[in-house]
C-alpha cells in the first residue's frame, strides 16, 4: 500500500503541544519515509516552515499514508 500512495498527512506538535497536519508528497526507500521541501516560491524559507520548526524542536511524527482514489 505505501508504494501505490500518492499523499500522506504529516501530524507534527508546536511549542504548546497543539496538533499541526498538513498534506505531504513523500518517497518510502524501504527504510525511510523522505519528505522534500519544494523550491517554489514562498513567503518564508524552506527552513523556517512551520513543520521544519516542529519536527526540529520534537522529532516524534505521525505520517498517515492512506489509500486514495480520485474517482
Not at 508528497?25 to 527504510?31: H, K, L, Q
Request: zero cysteines.
Amino acid at each position: 500500500m505505501i508504494s501505490r500512495g500518492r499523499v500522506a498527512r504529516l501530524g507534527t506538535v508546536d511549542d504548546y503541544n497543539q496538533p499541526y497536519v498538513i498534506p505531504a508528497v513523500f518517497v518510502f526507500d524501504g527504510a525511510y519515509f523522505i519528505i522534500p521541501l519544494d523550491s517554489k516560491r514562498k513567503t518564508v524559507r524552506s527552513r523556517d516552515l512551520r513543520r521544519v520548526k516542529n519536527i526540529e524542536k520534537n522529532a516524534k511524527v505521525a505520517l498517515l499514508v492512506d489509500e486514495y482514489s480520485e474517482s
